[in-house]
């Protein structure tokens, strides 16, 4: 089973552009996540969807920020518009249940210059 | 609010010996999960082991096993007859029975020694 697909998998652009992060999530899995990743504050969970819907969005640092589930096998989060401080490596995980593992994808580094 | 502690930011181990990795974590719950991932230069987060605070017994996977103290509020991480593929990041987590806001500790930089 294919695991969860991040793409693009790198995203240089310069500031003040929009840019838009997508993900599929393990089929079955009822739980999505977006997390972010810097050196300076390590791993940090942007907001999360149950069946869908956005459950707990108290991550997301902006209204800059924003992400959409439009069905059960893709998201995206969009940064409009970017900051050179957004800079980071942004993940997409999902779980079965609640409290079992998530599944992370392979990230998308994302550059803003 | 909830944090998890991996108060050793780099550790070092020789080929085929053993390592623990610390973790502490902050909770007044009683119902909660932890976890810990491995992220090697490739960026992936691979779930590496999970314990249920409910269980006493310690959970194992093949060479990895942990050490849960509840009352200590400590989850480390052994593992066993170090290969060169364990060289990676290793991220303690902690998530709460109540809610999917998993907190993750800083992480601790694996060297493995040939």
């Known amino acids: 089973d294919a695991g969860v697909i991040q793409s693009p998998r790198h995203e240089v652009t310069e500031m003040g552009q929009e840019v838009t992060l997508r993900c599929k999530p393990i089929?079955?899995?009822?739980?999505l996540f977006w997390y972010r990743q810097t050196m300076m504050r390590g791993l940090e969970l942007l907001i999360y969807?149950?069946?869908?819907?956005?459950?707990?969005d108290s991550g997301m640092p902006e209204d800059r920020f924003s992400a959409k589930m439009p069905n059960a096998s893709f998201s995206t989060l969009k940064i409009q518009p970017s900051e050179p401080r957004d800079s980071a490596v942004y993940f997409c995980?999902?779980?079965?249940?609640?409290?079992?593992?998530?599944?992370f994808g392979d990230g998308t580094r994302l550059s803003i210059l | 609010a909830q944090t998890v502690t991996q108060s050793q930011p780099e550790m070092s181990v020789q080929e085929a010996e053993t390592v623990t990795l610390s973790c502490t974590y902050d909770t007044s719950e009683s119902d909660y999960y932890l976890f810990w991932y491995k992220q090697p230069p490739s960026r992936q987060m691979i779930l590496v082991i999970r314990q249920e605070a409910y269980k006493q017994q310690n959970a194992t996977e093949n060479r990895f096993s942990v050490n849960f103290q509840k009352a200590a509020k400590s989850f480390s991480l052994k593992i066993s007859d170090s290969q060169l593929g364990d060289a990676a990041m290793y991220f303690c987590a902690y998530l709460p029975g109540g809610n999917n806001d998993m907190r993750f500790g800083a992480g601790t930089r694996l060297t493995v020694k040939p």
């Open positions: 969807f149950n069946n869908n819907v956005p459950i707990d």
């Open positions: 089929s079955g899995h009822d739980y």
């Open positions: 995980a999902s779980s079965f249940l609640f409290g079992q593992p998530q599944h």
